[in-house]
């Protein structure tokens, strides 16, 4: 059950989520998921694809740009390693783990180095193109930049598509994730809609977009919905709702019955948990997911509902208007583990700009946004 609404915070809330953003970009393009948090010092592709979304819609249009353009030159940076584990993958080899490319970079644009931390995740790639193409298409923007950029991303998630890696959460790299999955389709389709890519890298990005389909519905559906990972069991993450919003691609049916099991188990008095079995920071309920649940209600004309995500998230706003990455109050699903990792990094992350890009977004939805340019 969702709770009772509050009353609408003043617009200037809402203008400061997009003002923590623009602060913290950094002047190449990149966003840190969290300047105050070490770890989170650096730019993922999915979070900052997200954060761009928010900010364009807010009227940043510039920032979103720089974010963009920041990916391209990441990508076309590294042609001659992305070609050669394209080659590797289509000869049947693997390559090592320090050949992949990774999830997250500095903000400069480089490999963060050896830290240990695992690092190799495909979904922010197709992410990525999907809300690249989101921006063009808003902005009827010039693709010329992109198309190299583009086409290497395509390549690589042609080929890569199919092998287990980290999941939205850095968690499970022996899987393969039905929300990895569903960011690599949509953004290899958006890719050769936009006409982004051309020729035989369009023909690989199509058939391996069918592939992945294919294999979703084969193995990655319990009970009529979308499951947590491929031949797992029933157990659904909160990311799988990407599948139906933003990226728009499953069936009515499939659809409604991943919602429902969404909702059913994880959904809370207006926050969403990530998954049933989560322990990071004693598992509680992620703005991000609450923003998500919000924006699929709302393209689908369950506006009350959505307003009630909206109003939730209000509610965790800070006295100096930051977002957290999950709510500092309310029910937590394994409490007892809350303890470690306020000892091993300290309280959790806040501002998340991944957070603020999202309530970004679910606000321009449901027209409490000001979009003037900024």
């Known amino acids: 059950m969702v709770a009772d609404p509050k009353p609408l915070s003043a617009p200037g809330t809402r203008r400061a989520a997009l003002d923590v953003i623009l602060l913290h970009q950094h002047p190449g393009g990149g966003y840190p998921a969290c300047p105050t948090f070490e770890v989170y010092g650096y730019s993922w592709f999915r979070d900052g694809a997200f954060i761009a979304e928010g900010a364009d819609r807010a009227g940043a ?52 180095g050896d830290t240990g931390w695992w690092n190799f995740q495909l979904d922010g790639y197709g992410t990525w193109l999907h809300l690249l193409v989101t921006h063009l298409r808003r902005h009827a923007g010039d693709p010329e930049p992109y198309r190299e950029a583009a086409r290497l991303a395509c390549e690589y998630l042609a080929a890569a598509w199919n092998t287990p890696c980290f999941d939205w959460w850095e968690e499970d790299s022996h899987q393969r994730h039905g929300a990895t999955l569903a960011s690599l389709e949509a953004g290899l389709r958006a890719a ?14 199509r058939t391996a977009a069918d592939e992945i389909a294919a294999a979703v519905r084969r193995e990655g559906v319990r009970d009529g919905h979308l499951v947590k990972w491929m031949g797992g069991p029933d157990a659904v993450d909160a990311s799988l709702l990407a599948a139906l919003t933003p990226f728009g691609l499953l069936e009515h049916s499939l659809a409604g019955k991943t919602l429902a099991a969404v909702e059913r188990d994880l959904l809370h008095e207006g ?34 509902e959505a307003e009630q995500m909206l109003h939730w998230m209000d509610g965790l706003f800070t006295e100096d208007g930051l977002l957290p990455e999950q709510a500092p109050e309310g029910r937590r699903l394994a ?40």
Request: with cysteine; charged share 25%.
């Open 335 to 374: 409490p007892g583990r809350e303890q470690e990792w306020l000892d091993r990094w300290g309280p959790n992350a806040t501002p998340l700009l991944w957070s603020h890009g999202m309530y970004l977004i679910l606000a321009h939805e449901l027209g409490e946004l000001d979009s003037k340019p900024v």
């Open 192 to 205: 050769v809609g936009a006409g982004l890519v051309a020729g035989d890298t369009a023909d690989r990005a």
């Open 271 to 304: 926050g969403v948990y990530r998954y049933l079995e989560d322990t990071f920071y004693g598992g509680g309920r992620w703005p991000v997911l609450s923003a998500l649940l919000g924006w699929h209600y709302a393209r689908t004309g369950r506006l009350r």
């Open 61 to 112: 249009a510039r920032s979103a740009r720089a974010f963009h353009k920041w990916c391209a030159r990441v990508l076309t940076s590294r042609a001659e390693r992305i070609e050669s584990i394209v080659s590797t993958l289509r000869s049947g080899g693997t390559p090592t783990s320090r050949e992949w490319l990774p999830a997250r970079y500095t903000l400069e644009g480089e490999d963060e």
